[in-house]
């Protein structure tokens, strides 16, 4: 796609070759609508521990009771396997609840009573069996049916991102949805498994964070918070520019995201105003961790990126660090200041020849009109070709420190204490209906000629490990802006250890 000099029209990300893992196994039965869980060695599936109970209270002499209820429920969800009943490793309270009227049952039918009695208090254990396996299955089970579909919201390479809402908690989220068609299709396996795996691991204010994850037969499901302000590739293209005081906001906000991703030891590596939604407020939130990447030394066959944001070391094929972010935060600053990219091509190799062929640098003569010195000398210098010069290179603080930023109330903006300067209409959609359209049928064409490919049941392996639920992991990192840069660093390796560690047990299981 042709890069528009108005900077208005949507850049296409360019991703390297990524090579799709060869399944060693072949698939487990993927022809169920369900969502698929995993078990891990230490997990039972529900149907035996309930049979267990079932006979448990179904045998005792003279204490026959009706189990039709409870065996109706367990038939109804059809759910192959269900992450419970590990007492040990369970946060989940009604597992423990279940777990224990489980025990009460067996030592109930092991004394010796009056059968009327046995009888009655097994009734009442089942009845509160009963309740107990409902919030179990309730809270574990997630499927299209889960939710109701308000409408399309956003288009994203593998399919069309929804405003749902949660049937039972009424709770509003976004539902990306990604064909496997199209992931195999563009050879983008790797990315979309990557995704998940990062977005397990992260929880900030200031991104768009992961609720849930789960699968059918076709397609991958990625439930977020929703953002209802549309992003500001949406928002550029109608206002052509903004002025110095939103700027300030939107870099800030994107600042706060990067530095938390950073601390992280992540680098983002596609940071454009697709990119980053806007919640009700006006507050900026960053999402799409499609080629994030843990940060390595050696990385310079990483070139995945969208080319008119990519910093000139990525596009050069050399080792990049956290810099390459801050370069791109400079485009979007370019670009709203002025409405044009500093590096306009047709190509990322045009591109790339305007960035080798000078430096870029906002004149004192292009200065628009009620923008500071300050503001034009911050996007200067996150534009600097060579990244040990940009800011932020060093340590994040460059960039706080900067004059643009002197008195900047940075924990007013942390707290959503501040009045957003942009804010996104609350009547009106927010998004570009006659784009995803366009860009809706570009997929579904694709889709339908590559349909055949989810025959091949090794295909559903690459997907195995794609599953969240947020209620059941704690594991995630939250916020450390304000730790020291000890502390942070420690957490950085614990962050990627963690990261490895998860990736290297997921690709054992394929
Ligand atoms: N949580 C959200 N709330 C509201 N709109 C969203 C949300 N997430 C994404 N969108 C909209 O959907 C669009 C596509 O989403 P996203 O960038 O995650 O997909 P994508 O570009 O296909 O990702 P990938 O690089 O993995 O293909 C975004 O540009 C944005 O307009
Ligand atoms: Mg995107």
Known sequence: MSLNVQGLRKPSQVNSPSSIKKPIMSSLLFNCKAPINVPNSSQVSPQN??????????SHKGSQVDVTNL????????SPTIEAFDTQNSQNSSQQQLQALFAKAREITSNK???????????????????????????????????????????????????VEHKKTAQVYAMKEMSKALIITKKSVNSVMN??????????????NMNFAYQDRETLYLIMDYMSGGDLRYHIGRMRRFNEEQTRFFVACIFLSLEYVHECNIIHRDIK???????NKGYVHLTDFGIARVMKTENSSDTSGTPGYMAPEVMCRQNHT???????????????????????????????????????????SEIP?????????????????????????????????HPWFLNFPWQKLKNFELVPPFQP????????QKQILIEDEENNELIQQNLLVLKDPATQDLFQSYEFNANQNQNKISSTTDQSSSSSSKHSRNFSQKIEKQQYLESGTK
């Open 49 to 58: 521990s309930e049979q267990n109970l079932l006979k448990t209270l179904h």
């Open 71 to 78: 065996t109706k429920l367990i038939k109804h969800n059809k």
């Open 113 to 163: 009573q009056k059968p009327q009695i046995v009888k009655q208090q097994v009734q009442s254990i089942q009845t509160q069996s009963i309740n107990q396996l409902k919030e179990l299955f309730d809270n574990d089970i997630y499927c299209r049916n889960t939710f109701y579909f308000h409408f399309v919201v956003g288009i994203g390479g593998f399919g069309k991102v929804w405003k």
């Open 195 to 208: 995704e998940r795996v990062l977005l397990s691991q992260l929880k900030h204010p200031f991104l768009v």
């Open 273 to 279: 105003p697709e990119n980053l939604v806007l919640d």
């Open 322 to 364: 956290f810099a390459a972010d801050y370069y791109a935060l400079g485009v979007i600053a370019y670009e709203f200041m002025l409405g044009r990219r500093p590096y306009v091509g047709r190509s990322r190799q045009e591109i790339r020849d305007q960035i080798l062929a000078k430096q870029v640098q906002i004149k004192k």
């Open 369 to 401: 009109n009620n923008w500071s010195i300050e503001g034009a000398d911050f996007i200067n210098r996150l534009l600097q070709r060579k990244p040990q010069q940009r800011l932020g290179f060093n340590e994040s603080q460059e960039i706080r420190q």
């Open 425 to 432: 209409n609350r009547t009106e959609d927010n998004f570009d």
